[in-house]
């Protein structure tokens, strides 16, 4: 028997949702307003949350408030603000289980006034969170106009002061430079700055962009990306995030479940690969390759004509193809993740 072994989490997110105001061609999480509205429960959340905060207080000094990308709690999605009230009271939550570094990051749809914004962030500033990252980026501007995210980093700045996050603040710059205020199509955007525009983007060749963004990236055969193993990713313990569904997720790799975050005993006393194929292949030398070859001979699997742009695309490619074959295999959830590719299993 091969067991998995997990360590505790120091940093990660928990969704709301997978339901999204916008559909961004980057997400990794394939987040989109056609999803259904699938919320967190309270129950759940009260156990994942108190789950959490008894690991991080073996990690973090009593109080600590400071934020960073890759500290404490933040609450994700999906757009939390979609369900304003259900994300003041998890933080109330967090706030009573004393969470360290606790955030919400957010596309700022919402802040259409500074009224309602300014009323918005100092409730939840009041509920205990400590600070605020705000999304900036070409893809999110296709859904929001930039005067929202000025307004919401503006009056995030008077309501948390130095606990705002800007992510990308090089987007930030740029749009503001280019006197930007509504939404703008990335095709437009192409035309005003050119592809060198995205040059400083933290893009993560997963998710939705390996379908929605396939065209900025070169291609390869499936063969390029057999080689090696994705345990380091599937075990990192920093920004896991757990689903509204309680899945426990890591390295980014949406749809890949580690087991059920309001048990984590459970997940950190080791998982059991022999119950878990999908994982146990990707996790071993030469994975890729293996989870390929298994795709095609039992599921009829076929390469990609136009190739990949990562092996995270081949990896997503294929588990899509397997789960529309088979509800078998209990670490491909959750399902609204596939559903949300909208991967024609081409170009885009
Ligand atoms: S990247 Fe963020 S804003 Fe865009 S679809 Fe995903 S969750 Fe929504
Ligand atoms: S190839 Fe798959 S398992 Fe590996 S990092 Fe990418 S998405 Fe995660």
Known sequence: MRILKVQEPISGGIFLTYK???QCRHCMYACSPRLRADWLSFSDAERIIRNLSEIFRRKYPRGY??????????????????????????????????????????????????EIA??????????????????????????????????????????????????????????RMLNINERLSFDDYLRRVGASGLYYA????????????????????AERFFAGSCIEELTRPWHIHVDNYCNYMTGYCGGISLGDARDMDAILSGINLDDHPILEMLTSDRGMKRLYEF???????????????SKCHLCVDIRRHIIQETDEFRELSPKVFYEGLESNGGCL
């Open 295 to 309: 795709a095609v001979k039992e599921y009829g699997y076929k390469e990609l004509r136009d190739g990949y742009v």
């Open 65 to 114: 408030r400071r934020i960073g990308v890759n500290l404490g709690l933040h609450f994700t999605g999906g757009e939390p603000f979609l369900n304003y009230d259900l994300l003041l009271k998890l933080v109330r939550i967090a706030d009573k289980f004393e969470v360290p570094s606790l955030f919400v990051e957010t596309n700022a749809f919402w802040a259409v006034s500074d």
């Open 20 to 22: 999204c105001n916008s």
């Open 118 to 175: 300014r009323e918005r962030l100092n409730r939840l500033k009041e509920a205990g969170l400590h600070g605020i990252l705000i999304s900036v980026n070409p893809f999110i501007l296709e859904y929001v106009p930039f005067e929202r995210t000025l307004r919401a980093i503006r009056i995030a700045r008077e309501v948390f002061g130095d606990e705002v996050l800007v992510y990308q603040e090089y987007f930030y710059s740029q749009f």
């Open 202 to 221: 933290e893009l993560i060749p997963m998710g939705r962009a390996c379908y929605r963004l396939g065209k900025l990236f070169r291609r390869y055969p």
